[in-house]
């Protein structure tokens, strides 16, 4: 079961684009143990968030474009605490078809390509929050899920350490 929060109120006719559009968008995030956040500060699009492997918070947004299209792009940051300042990498928008295999096709594609995205791919963006939001902007960190291929890859991580120190 996919994990979806409603944000704010679409325009009208972009609900209904989702409707029509949405399962492969649901199946993608469900595979991955992504959050859905749909139309976050009023987008006309959900949000598909999770926890970096590296670090920091990502989401691939799906936007609605023309009839036979959706706007995709993503963004990874990293927040650095102790000096308040945002390290981000970000996609630019580009279109893709509704077609299901398509779309499903793109955001695998998109997905492997951000998380293959190292702390070395990252610009600041200055000071992004003030010292007393550090608490917030870590909360809200922990919001975002731990996509599934992290969560295995933490796993053998962890089986070979136990397999390694039994050989000691």
């Not at 990293?78 to 078809?97: A, Q």
Request: hydrophobic residues 35%; contains cysteine.
């Amino acid at each position: 079961m996919v994990q979806e929060e409603t944000w704010g109120k679409p325009k009208p006719g972009i609900e209904e684009f989702f409707e029509l559009n949405g399962q492969v968008i649901r199946e993608f995030a469900s595979n991955h143990n992504l959050k859905i956040e749909k139309y976050y500060h009023n987008i006309d699009g959900w949000h598909l968030v999770f926890q970096h492997p590296n670090g920091g918070a990502c989401y691939i947004e799906v936007s609605k474009g023309d009839e036979q299209h959706v706007l995709i792009f993503s963004d990874w940051w990293v927040d650095d605490y102790g000096t308040s300042e945002r390290y981000d990498k970000h996609t630019d928008p580009f279109e893709c078809s509704i077609d299901k295999e398509a779309l499903s096709n793109t955001l695998e594609n998109l997905f492997q390509e951000v998380i293959s995205w190292t702390k070395d791919d990252l610009s600041s963006l200055g000071k992004s929050f003030q010292p007393l939001q550090k608490k917030e902007v870590k909360a809200d960190l922990k919001k975002h899920p731990v996509p599934k291929q992290q969560k295995i890859a933490l796993i053998a991580c962890l089986t070979a350490k136990k397999y390694f120190i039994a050989l000691i």
